[in-house]
């Protein structure tokens, strides 16, 4: 992951992408549906673990996101640097706006793809899968 370390309301984008949906701005409803279609196919790849095909789909996903005005000049910087240094997929997470981008790597381009987040302004975060999963724990008073 990357944190490009610009502050930004998730609600203000969310609020403007629904806004351009209300209006009909044309081509919106194709692009949140293409999106929806890449959404299926990344989890499908993700549970077949086909890095090739989920870094492929973030690629293709980050595009619509930066097309319906999500992105950011930080993001996209990040995000095209990481996929030079051999990220297999980039893309922006959470709400858009500034914030944080993640990339899918090898452990081969983990250390180049962490360097170019930083050369490009950003502060490189190493996340890993987590086999446990969510869990809930219940505290009582």
Same mark, same amino acid.
């Given at each position: 992951?990357?944190?490009?370390?610009?502050?930004?309301?998730?609600?203000?984008?969310? %609020?403007?992408?629904?806004?351009?949906?209300?209006?009909?701005?044309?081509?919106?409803?194709?692009?949140? !549906?293409?999106?929806?279609?890449?959404?299926?196919? /990344?989890?499908?790849?993700?549970?077949?673990?086909?890095?090739?095909?989920?870094?492929?789909?973030?690629?293709?996903?980050?595009?619509?996101?930066?097309?319906?005005?999500?992105? $950011?000049? %930080?993001?996209?910087?990040?995000?095209?640097?990481?996929?030079?240094?051999? /990220?297999?997929? %980039?893309?922006?997470?959470?709400?858009?706006?500034?914030?944080?981008?993640?990339?899918?790597?090898?452990?081969?381009?983990? /250390?180049?793809?962490?360097?170019?987040?930083?050369?490009?302004?950003?502060?490189?975060?190493?996340?890993?899968? $987590? $086999?446990? !999963?969510?869990?809930?724990?219940?505290?009582?008073?």
């Amino acid at each position: 992951m990357g944190n490009t370390g610009i502050q930004r309301s998730t609600g203000r984008f969310v %609020s403007m992408v629904g806004k351009k949906k209300t209006k009909k701005v044309e081509g919106i409803s194709q692009l949140m !549906g293409v999106m929806s279609w890449i959404s299926n196919l /990344a989890l499908k790849a993700f549970k077949e673990m086909d890095i090739v095909t989920l870094g492929a789909l973030m690629n293709m996903n980050h595009e619509l996101l930066r097309i319906i005005g999500v992105s $950011n000049e %930080s993001l996209d910087r990040l995000v095209e640097a990481t996929r030079k240094a051999g /990220a297999l997929g %980039s893309k922006l997470t959470g709400g858009g706006g500034g914030g944080c981008m993640i990339s899918l790597t090898t452990l081969s381009k983990r /250390a180049a793809v962490c360097k170019a987040i930083e050369e490009n302004g950003g502060q490189p975060m190493i996340v890993r899968k $987590n $086999n446990a !999963g969510v869990k809930v724990w219940i505290i009582k008073n």
